[in-house]
């Protein structure tokens, strides 16, 4: 029997995102769970948001007009947090996923965590830190858009031209193998990334050109790997 797949809320500022990434980003939600509703908020009346007004009815996106009474004052930014208040106190999301690059809705996030939901946040590598890291998880829109190779797994050699080098991950590897107990020095490769996860939100192996986890460990001369049926296991080398 397959599990329920869990009920996210996507709200998107369009101040902050591409159109034109928009699918792109709507599948990649579609992979951690159901994006049943599906927002974007703007001041529509804007030029600067023209490109949105065929991206909206075709992927489904309910767009929600927020206008500026005062310059310098984000409404959108406003509208979104209000609704997201909203959509908690409903009851009937398992999470939360923000698109944004703006700071401002750190609050947000950290009071949906406090409130127990799961919040992921998706935004450009100019995001701040103070957003990425409250997230239970943060996704790059610039690894949700790189073009893979014919194989589907690592990355095209165009797009790691700018990436940090696969090395660059190995101290992240180590802490979270430092935090995890082993009788004989093996671990569940699963749970190593679990942990990664959790001390970095925004870790992820696209970021150093590998679309998997497995194949970003394996190009590791520090670490180990073997197969223990469908599972991979690794170690720290001595």
Not at 109 to 132: F, H, M, W
């Given at each position: 029997m397959s599990s329920k797949r869990k009920l996210l809320a996507v709200l998107i500022d369009a101040d902050n995102v591409n159109p034109k990434h928009a699918d792109a980003i709507l599948k990649e939600v579609s992979e951690i769970g159901e994006p049943a509703l599906r927002r974007v908020y703007g001041d529509w009346s804007s030029d600067g948001l023209n490109g949105w007004s065929k991206v909206i009815p075709e992927l489904?996106?309910?767009?929600?007009?927020?206008?500026?009474?005062?310059?310098?004052?984000?409404?959108?930014?406003?509208g979104?947090?209000?609704?997201?208040?909203?959509i908690l106190h409903g009851g009937r999301f398992d999470g939360f996923v923000l698109v944004s690059s703006d700071s401002d809705f750190t609050a947000?996030?950290?009071?949906?965590?406090?409130?127990?939901?799961?919040?992921?946040?998706?935004?450009?590598?100019?995001?701040?830190?103070?957003?990425?890291n409250v997230c239970n998880r943060f996704i790059l829109i610039e690894n949700?858009?790189?073009?893979?190779?014919?194989?589907?797994?690592?990355?095209?050699?165009?797009?790691?031209?700018?990436?940090?080098?696969?090395?660059?991950?190995?101290?992240?590897?180590?802490?979270?193998?430092?935090?995890?107990?082993?009788?004989?020095?093996?671990?569940?490769?699963?749970?190593?990334?679990?942990?990664?996860?959790?001390?970095?939100?925004?870790?992820?192996?696209?970021?150093?050109?590998?679309?998997?986890?497995?194949?970003?460990v394996k190009m590791l001369n520090g670490i180990e790997t073997k197969q223990v049926g469908t599972h991979l296991q690794i170690r720290l080398k001595s």
């Open positions: 489904g996106l309910v767009a929600r007009q927020e206008t500026a009474n005062t310059k310098q004052k984000n409404a959108s930014d406003i979104l947090v209000i609704d997201a208040m909203d947000l996030a950290n009071r949906l965590r406090e409130d127990g939901q799961e919040v992921i946040g998706i935004g450009e590598a100019k995001t701040p830190k103070s957003l990425r949700i858009i790189a073009v893979p190779t014919s194989d589907g797994d690592d990355q095209s050699t165009e797009s790691k031209k700018h990436l940090p080098p696969p090395v660059k991950a190995l101290p992240l590897f180590k802490a979270a193998i430092g935090k995890i107990d082993s009788q004989d020095g093996w671990y569940p490769l699963s749970t190593v990334g679990s942990r990664i996860n959790a001390l970095h939100p925004d870790f992820d192996p696209r970021s150093y050109g590998h679309a998997k986890l497995s194949s970003l």
